[in-house]
């Protein structure tokens, strides 16, 4: 699992946070993959790392709570995404999966690795079909799925086709061989190239209609959510009113869907909701209206604040009648003052 990216995009959230510990529905995204890795048979796991490495290495530890032997290896300097793979190369010993560490999907790795062995290529890439390919790897096949090019982030109106690269490869060892070591390197941008290019042994295209996310910026987070919700992506929640602390806010303030975490304190006539998470210990004071908006751990809303669409991280405050607008996005421990505006998607970090 590819863990050492700086999750740019998703600042100031990703200031604290590396994008791999962001929070789906509360749980760190990368337990999600992680037990989803678990599900599919699969018991060892390799993570380049490098952003942040501390705030995964002490959540997961050696992995065993989850059932799973984790090994991290830390990146002085980001090697790129095939680099990454290239330094872990001896503790690599048969075929592979490699996962973008960002990507949120339903996609089912046995029925990949059914697809893989019966093509035989050097590898497989999981393909998805978007409509706007342009911050993607847009990748064209043959009817076979032998994959002919693979261009990445082509402008707007000269991506070859809609079909893109999801983030999930199946590779053969022999494609470390086409990774220069000791430099960073991208498999997007030269390796699959290369490979393609050589003609020898093909990589196949597997495109499937799965649920399909990249969490790498905050409207893609946000919808990752509302997709939950919906149960267009199964999570098995209860419908209108989820979470540990489901049972503890008071019925008044619900404006379902909503997911709740621990020991939060929400007063009897606040809202919240709908499109809702709270953090575990948030609290939420009398008249405060919080409307389609992930909060993490810790978050104060104080009396008759509003929030709608906006995203606060952990133990940010937000003073009295503060009116957070659609977009905007709050890192932790920030303090907006009582009555203050925060414009449609500002982006605001503590001072430090
Ligand atoms: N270890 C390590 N080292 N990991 C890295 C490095 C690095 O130097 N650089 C990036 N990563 C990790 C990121 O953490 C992320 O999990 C993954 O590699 C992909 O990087 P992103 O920065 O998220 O790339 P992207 O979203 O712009 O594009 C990639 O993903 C798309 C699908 O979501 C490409 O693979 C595209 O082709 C693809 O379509
Ligand atoms: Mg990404």
């Known amino acids: 699992m590819l863990v050492g990216g700086e999750g740019t995009r998703l600042r100031p959230l990703t200031l604290e946070t590396p994008k791999p510990m962001v929070p789906i529905m509360n749980m760190p995204f990368l337990e999600r993959t992680l037990r989803r890795l678990k599900e599919a048979g699969i018991e060892d796991v390799l993570l ?14 050696d992995g065993s709570r989850l059932g799973l032997r984790l090994q991290y290896v830390i990146e002085e300097s980001p090697l790129g995404t095939a680099g990454a793979l290239k330094n872990i190369e001896r503790l690599i010993d048969g075929p592979f999966f490699v996962l973008n560490g960002d990507v949120f999907t339903s996609l089912d790795l046995r029925a990949m690795l059914e697809f893989h062995r019966s093509k035989g290529g050097i590898g497989t890439l999981h393909l998805i079909r978007v409509d706007d390919p342009s911050p993607f790897g847009a990748v064209v096949h043959d009817e076979d799925g032998r994959i002919q090019t693979f261009v ?7 991506a070859p086709t809609n079909e893109i690269n999801a983030g999930t490869y199946l590779l ?5 061989d086409w990774i220069p070591a000791g430099r960073a390197v991208s498999i997007e941008r030269e390796t699959f190239p290369e490979l393609i290019r050589s003609g020898e042994r093909p990589l196949y295209a597997y495109t499937t209609d799965d649920y399909w996310i990249d969490l790498g910026n905050p409207e893609a987070y946000m919808s990752a959510h509302r997709h939950v919700f919906d149960g267009v992506m199964p ?8 979470g540990p602390g489901r049972e503890t806010i008071p019925a008044s ?7 709740v975490g621990r020991n939060c304190r929400v007063a009897p006539d606040a809202v919240v909701g709908p499109y809702t998470v709270l953090g575990d210990d ?9 409307a389609d908006s992930l909060l993490w751990d810790g978050v104060v809303v104080e ?5 709608s669409w906006a995203i606060v991280a952990s133990r940010a405050h937000i003073g009295a ?7 905007a996005v709050i890192g932790h421990d920030a303090q907006i003052a009582p009555g203050a505006i925060v414009e449609e998607n500002a982006r605001v970090a503590a001072e430090r």
């Open 152 to 158: 990445e982030k082509p402008p707007r109106d000269q």
């Open 48 to 61: 380049p790392a490098g952003y942040l490495p501390d705030a995964i290495t002490s959540y997961f530890g």
């Open 303 to 307: 009396r008759d604040a509003q929030l």
């Open 282 to 290: 948030c609290t939420i004071a009398t008249g405060a209206v919080i």
């Open 321 to 327: 009648g503060a009116r957070i607008d659609h977009g």
């Open 235 to 242: 999570l098995g929640l209860t419908p209108e009113i989820d």
């Open 253 to 259: 303030a619900v404006r379902p869907p909503v997911f």
């Open 172 to 176: 053969e060892r022999e494609v470390l």
